[in-house]
């Protein structure tokens, strides 16, 4: 098994025969209210027998706010976050994840959204993050 966990949003898990690949277990506590992708995650309980993996299960969850708590999804919430997640398998799937054009893709996917998301609520937030960012970035 293996699990990644850079990813601030909950990635799609792999399965082959010997094993399985968590590509990104996200942040399940990224206050980041301005898009659900940021407040939702995935709790992932791995069974193994005889030292060999058998099986998995996702347990979507998501952070709310007022007051501040961690909450499993069920129903329709429950239901979009897993189909979203089984399309990005998919996906991965069909394409190596390792190509450089899909890292490019991703990387350029990754720049829109958040531009296109600028202006929606807590706008300072995001200045603060993009200020951290570029200070990380000074010599």
Avoid at 107 to 121: N, P, Y
Wanted: aromatic fraction near 12%; charge should be neutral.
């Amino acid at each position: 098994m293996v699990a990644v966990h850079h990813s601030h949003v909950f990635q799609p898990i792999l399965v082959d025969d010997g094993g399985m690949t968590c590509c990104g277990l996200g942040d399940i506590f990224m206050d980041l209210f301005w898009h659900p992708a940021f407040v939702t995650s995935a709790l992932v309980t791995v069974e193994f027998r005889d030292a060999k993996f058998e099986s998995y299960q996702v347990l979507p969850m998501s952070l709310r706010s007022n007051p501040l708590r961690l909450e499993a999804l069920s129903g329709f919430e429950r239901a979009t976050f897993l189909e979203g997640l089984q399309e990005r398998t998919d996906t991965l799937a069909i394409r190596a994840p390792d190509s450089a054009p899909l890292v490019e893709y991703l990387a350029f996917r990754k720049l829109v959204f958040f531009l296109r998301h600028v202006g929606v609520g807590h706008t300072g937030d995001k200045f603060r993050f993009l200020r951290q960012k570029l200070i990380a970035r000074l010599p």
